[in-house]
């Protein structure tokens, strides 16, 4: 009988939303760059909420400051922190007009 190695199953689940939260997040520059308002904001809060609640679950499951689970942290602050700078620089900005 194979051992159930915790961490494992942890990390693939982790793996496995990383990857929801990546695609929801190029969605949403999709959808940004397209003009469809109402899906990027469905977007912009969905991908807000994974990242923060997958960020909250490491800390409460101590693996926030361990190092085995750096890639993870740096991956969902990562999309966190893309997600806050494309809303403060408005993406897609409005086309330079040469004057």
């Known amino acids: 009988m194979a051992r159930r190695n915790r961490y494992r199953e942890f990390e693939s689940l982790m ?7 990546v695609l929801v997040f190029v969605l949403y520059l999709i ?3 397209k003009g469809l ?3 990027q904001i469905i977007a912009t ?4 909420l994974i990242s923060v609640l997958a960020l909250a679950w490491l800390f409460i ?3 926030l400051f361990r190092r085995r689970s750096l890639w993870m ?6 999309t966190f922190l893309c997600l806050l700078f494309s809303l403060i620089l408005k993406y ?8």
């Not at 942290?73 to 990562?78: D, Y």
């Not at 897609?92 to 004057?99: K, L, Q, R, S, T």
């Open 15 to 21: 793996t496995k939303v990383m990857a929801g939260d």
């Open 31 to 33: 959808f940004a760059g």
């Open 37 to 39: 308002t109402v899906l």
């Open 45 to 48: 809060v969905l991908v807000f």
């Open 61 to 63: 499951t101590k693996e």
């Open 73 to 78: 942290v740096t991956g969902f602050g990562a």
């Open 92 to 99: 897609p900005c409005p086309p330079v007009v040469a004057g």
